[in-house]
Each structure stands twice: as structure tokens, then as C-alpha cells.
């Protein structure tokens, strides 16, 4: 919702953007002392991310396609700002996140219907939303404070996580298998994964943002897949674990894109 991707386990100063033309050192240095100082937080993307998608997502309820597409907008000018702070392989795979999850989207929203939205379509915060989450997920898993207790964390994570799955199987009024399934994806991201504390920072950011999404009406899970083999929870509840095969997606895909966009900018 890696290390792998881009993600150091130590935080990082903002990388340089796409362009090989700078200011000069003395220029650079009088622009970030006339900066203000939580502009460089290397949790400014937790900030941002946690403020604008709950407001867009209330601003949300009850409104048309056109004013979800001025969210859209607005969403889209945010996530540049962010990408400008981040190296160009976090920038090419928050971009794989974007392209793969918005095909995810329309594959499993209006087409199966394994979740709807309220106005039955995709809305166009969505795809930059996403882009979000992953910076925001990313910022979390590189910061000092979590990789100093990742171990500690990875455990919380575990417990908790394997606690609300247990619950959709067996607790909740709604059975929740695929839920159960994803909690097993998460464990194996934790497991195998060469940066578990980004799947920490997925697990918390995305159960979040499915717990207020399916809360405010936003979307709703299906109670089964297509097949009607398959029972979900609203929301599953291990969504962080389905979130994780976006971080793949970007891990595989991102240096080959970064790659290309090299080889085309120096053509």
C-alpha cells in the first residue's frame, strides 16, 4: 500500500529531481535557510497524507462527479510537490503504484464490482490518492523513530493485524475470508520483504484510510467476490496484505522505468 522500493532504512535528505541543472551549492544553501523547516521533515508526506485524503474523502459525501473531479484535481498538484522532495527511483515507482492500481481499480470496482463506489465509478482522486498513501507509507518506514523499533513494531503489527483477521473470521457479524488471506500476504511482505518497516507504515495507513472510507459510505465491499466463493469483510481485513502487491509491482517495475526515462531523456 520498499526497501526494495526505494525505501532506505535510515531517513534520507530529499533527493534532487528529474533534471540535471542546478543551483549553485551557495544558491541551494540560501534557498533551504529561507525555507521553513517543516517543508524538509522527512515526515511532511505522513502530514499531508493523513490531512488531505480524510478531507477530500468527507468533502466527498454527497457530491457530484464534477466537484469529485475538482478533488482530483487538487490531489494531482499535491503529489507532484511531494515527488519533487524524493529521488527519481521513488519517484518512477510512485508512479508503477499509480498506473498498477488505478488498472486495479477499474478492474475490481466497475467492472467485478468487488467494491463500489458511491457514484459507481472510479473518482478521480483516486489514482493521485494512491500515489499518496505509498509516499506516506514509504515516509513512515524510513523514519528513525520506526526502523530504531522495528522489531518491536513488527510484532505490534502481527499481533494486531492477525487479531482483526482472527475477529473476521470468527467475530464479526460479516465473515471475512478474504480478509484472512491478505493478513497471510502481509506476514509473508514481513517476512521476505527487505523492508518490513514499509509494510509497517502500509499496515497502519491503509487499515486507517479503509476503515473511514467504508465508514463515510465512500466505498463498500461486496460481501463476496464474483465466484461467491469467496467472502469480504467492509473492509477486509487484512487490506494492508492486498495493498503490498503494489509495492511489488512498483520494487519489479520501478528501476525498469527509471531506466527507460534515462535512456529517453538522453536520446
Known amino acids: 500500500m520498499t526497501a526494495e522500493a526505494g525505501a532506505p532504512t535510515t531517513a534520507a535528505p530529499p533527493a534532487a529531481g528529474w533534471g540535471s541543472s542546478r543551483p549553485a551549492p551557495s544558491a541551494r544553501r540560501q534557498h533551504f535557510r529561507s525555507r521553513p ?21 468527507l468533502l466527498d459525501r454527497g ?10 484535481a487538487a490531489t494531482w498538484p499535491l ?24 488498472a486495479v481499480e477499474y478492474t ?14 472510479v473518482p478521480a482522486f483516486v489514482p493521485p490518492g494512491h500515489g499518496l498513501v505509498y509516499l506516506c507509507a514509504l515516509a513512515i518506514g524510513r523514519s528513525s523513530w520506526v526502523v530504531a523499533r522495528r522489531r518491536a513494531l513488527m510484532a505490534v503489527t502481527v499481533v494486531v493485524g492477525g487479531g482483526y483477521a482472527a475477529w473476521g473470521l470468527v467475530g464479526s457479524p460479516r465473515l471475512d475470508v478474504l480478509g484472512a488471506f491478505w493478513f497471510l500476504c502481509l506476514l509473508g511482505f514481513l517476512r521476505w520483504g527487505r523492508s518490513q518497516t514499509l509494510y509497517i507504515g502500509a499496515f497502519a495507513v491503509v487499515t486507517y484510510l479503509e476503515l473511514l472510507g467504508t465508514w463515510l459510505g465512500t466505498w463498500a465491499w461486496q460481501p463476496q467476490d464474483p465466484t461467491g466463493l469467496v467472502a469480504i469483510g467492509n473492509p477486509p481485513s487484512g487490506a494492508a496484505g492486498g495493498y503490498g502487491w503494489f509495492d511489488l509491482a512498483a520494487v519489479l517495475a520501478g528501476p525498469t522505468v527509471l531506466a527507460a526515462v534515462r535512456t529517453i531523456r538522453r536520446s
Do not use: C, K
Open 37 to 57: 523547516a517543516w517543508l524538509g521533515s522527512p515526515l511532511l508526506p505522513v502530514a499531508v497524507t493523513l490531512t488531505w485524503v480524510p478531507l477530500v474523502l
Open 63 to 72: 457530491a457530484d462527479v464534477w466537484f469529485q473531479r475538482a478533488l482530483g
Open 79 to 102: 503529489l507532484l510537490a511531494l515527488l519533487r522532495r524524493e529521488s527519481p527511483l521513488v519517484r518512477a515507482q510512485v508512479a508503477v503504484v499509480v498506473a498498477f492500481a488505478t
Open 108 to 121: 475490481f470496482s466497475p467492472l467485478l464490482e468487488v467494491y463500489v463506489y458511491r457514484l459507481h465509478n
